[in-house]
């Protein structure tokens, strides 16, 4: 249903952010992509859905040349959904939900019968369709991002991180609800994610991307007993190191703790000594926009414990995480995954 044949995207003055991306995806098949931060996986969405055009190669839905045709008539193939949900806050649910078919110039009856018709499929009564995207919950709001997504009725779905921005137990909801959505409506997915549980959840195979190369395509259960190389290794390694961490709280008292600061020119014993009294077991380390870095265990901490500074030991210590994150979303996932308590250090000693 869609083939991608040699796709390669240097952006101007750049490096090649996308370098020969082969992949042919059948129909009714969900996949993800899935890679580090800055490996091409925006770029390969963009390009399918002609918000960027490829340096070379050639992409093909259903045989057609997707790069020949006109914008309006590839919204009828297409839907797009981003992580940063996107509604337009001045319009109702049922404009948002209706943009598509307002552009194909869908009749104003058939329009309303559609929209109604596509809450019925996520449970939401047909009063929403009146309210404004700031009077629903994030979670609601990703629910119409589908849907929107949904609305003409596409036979395929880009969705580029569309969970990434939610708290842990909403995700969760939209994950398994947006799969049985998925089977019932027999779309092709193409779903960028840099959670490898979501991965697992979603997929029926998995796209491994690093550095704009496909470093190994497979099921998610041939992912994890043969992962091609050591990248894909340590990278599902990381993973599982995230998952497996003790002391598991739940988000809601752990969140009601105060996070307490640590400078990073305080001696590590010293940030030690804060640690233990209020019993913290990791540092998040941020930068002066509060986008997460990475973290430092107390066990490393306690290891270098008689370092002059903090600092000395964040680069060499830091267990990197996804950079886009918003602190809070990534802070509620460690914690999803047991990180006992999660305080803040910022690496520009904030
Ligand atoms: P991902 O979605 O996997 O995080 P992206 O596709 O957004 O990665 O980016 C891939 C690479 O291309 C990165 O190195 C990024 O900095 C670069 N890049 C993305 N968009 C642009 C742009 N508009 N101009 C120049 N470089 C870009
Ligand atoms: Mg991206």
Same mark, same amino acid.
Request: glycine share 10%; proline share 6%.
């Given at each position: 249903m869609l083939r991608m044949e040699n796709v390669t995207k240097t952006y101007k003055g750049g490096k090649?952010?996308?370098?020969?991306f082969s992949l042919h995806i059948k129909k009714g098949e969900f996949i993800c992509i899935i890679g580090p931060s800055g490996c091409g996986k925006t770029t390969t969405m963009k390009m399918i859905n002609r918000l960027i055009e490829p340096s070379s190669g050639e992409i093909f839905v259903n045989d057609e040349?997707? %790069?020949?045709?006109d914008a309006v008539k590839l919204r009828r193939k297409i839907g797009y959904v981003i992580q940063?949900? @996107? %509604?337009?806050?001045?319009?109702t649910i049922g404009d948002n939900i209706s943009l598509v078919p307002r552009l194909l110039k869908w009749e104003s009856n058939k329009k309303a019968k559609r929209a109604e018709e596509l809450l019925e499929l996520v449970d939401m009564p047909k009063e929403f369709l009146d309210r404004y995207p700031h009077e629903l919950s994030g979670g609601q709001q990703q629910r119409i991002g589908v849907l929107r997504a949904l609305a003409a009725n596409p036979p395929l779905i880009l969705m580029d991180e569309?969970? @990434?921005?939610?708290?842990p137990i909403t995700r969760d909801a939209l994950q398994e609800e947006f799969k049985r959505l998925q089977r019932s409506l027999d779309k092709t997915i193409v779903f960028v994610t840099h959670d490898m549980d979501e991965a697992i959840k979603l997929a029926d195979r998995i796209v491994i991307m690093k550095d704009g190369k496909i470093v190994q395509v497979d099921s998610p259960e041939e992912i994890l007993r043969n992962p091609a190389n050591q990248f894909v290794e340590d990278f599902i390694g990381k993973e599982r190191l995230l998952q497996g961490r003790p002391n598991v709280q739940t988000i809601g008292q752990v969140m009601n703790k105060k996070p307490i600061s640590v400078n990073r020119d305080q001696s590590v014993a010293a940030a030690l000594r804060i640690m233990k009294e209020n019993r913290v077991d990791s540092l998040l380390v941020t930068d002066d926009s509060n986008r997460l870095k990475g973290y430092i265990d107390l066990e490393v901490i306690d290891h270098n414990r @008689?370092?002059? =500074?903090?600092e000395t030991i964040i680069k060499p210590a830091l267990n990197k995480v996804?950079?886009? =994150?918003l602190l809070r979303d990534t802070i509620q996932r460690l914690l999803k995954r047991g990180v006992s308590y999660a305080p803040v250090v910022n690496d520009q000693g904030i």
């Open positions: 090649k952010a996308v370098d020969e040349n997707l %790069l020949k045709q940063q949900i @996107g %509604l337009f806050p001045h319009m569309p969970f @990434g921005a939610l708290d @008689g370092l002059d =500074s903090i996804e950079e886009t =994150s």
